[in-house]
């Protein structure tokens, strides 16, 4: 292995550990209560790709579920709220 491939793993670790540390700081942030279902709660939508892609490196078996408000322009079930119109969103274990 060459010193030019070390570095550069090297900067993909530093990144790695980086990216992990920021998911591990938002999750702390957004914890669910321990008597709720959901792992985590109310992050907004502009951190999904973050969150989506973490889970999958990290291989964990977890469900997005979208949450939202019925607006004008989108009215919804109680119970459901479709990507498009979410304004956050939840994490529970499979």
Partial sequence: MTTLSKNAMSDIEK??????QEILDLTN???SDKKETSVVKGIPIELLSKFRTYMK????NVRFRYR????DLYDRPQSFC???????F???KK
């Fill in 57 to 60: 490196v990290m291989k964990k």
């Fill in 82 to 88: 479709h990507l498009a119109g979410a304004t956050s």
């Fill in 68 to 71: 939202g408000i019925t607006t």
């Fill in 15 to 20: 990144y790695n550990k980086l990216r992990e």
């Fill in 90 to 92: 939840a994490i529970y």
């Fill in 29 to 31: 942030k957004y914890r």
